[in-house]
Nanobody, 114 residues
Framework: EAQLVESGGGLVQPGGSLRLSCAAS????????MSWVRQAPGKGLVWVST????????LYADSVKGRFTISRDNAKNTLYLQMNSLKTEDTGVYYC???????RGQGTQVTVSS
């Protein structure tokens, strides 16, 4: 059974940083394109970033470009999202998922507030 477990969320002040992790199991993570998506309170899912399985292609939403960095360690079956210069509008539940959204984790809450 495929499983994605996110961690690393929390409360941070504007301008702060967080690093999210996502541990994958039950499917071929090393050959899967992976994404981070987020959901703000009362809003729908929004795509944040995608990394191809070889890490040779990385894409970001304009809203996070230059502030967030996606990465992966295929040997550890783990996906990461380094988030810097956080803004209040980055608040939401962050989910890791396969790029086709076949599998998605339970999410981790990120709250950016002073």
């Amino acid at each position: 059974e495929a499983q994605l477990v996110e961690s690393g969320g929390g409360l941070v002040q504007p301008g702060g940083s967080l690093r999210l992790s996502c541990a994958a199991s039950g499917f071929t993570f090393g050959y899967s394109d992976m994404s981070w998506v987020r959901q703000a309170p009362g809003k729908g899912l929004v795509w944040v970033s995608t990394i191809k399985w070889r890490s040779d292609t990385i894409l970001y939403a304009d809203s996070v470009k230059g502030r967030f960095t996606i990465s992966r360690d295929n040997a550890k079956n783990t996906l990461y999202l380094q988030m810097n210069s956080l803004k209040t509008e980055d608040t939401g539940v962050y989910y890791c998922a396969t790029a086709d959204l076949t599998y998605r984790g339970q999410g981790t809450q990120v709250t950016v507030s002073s």
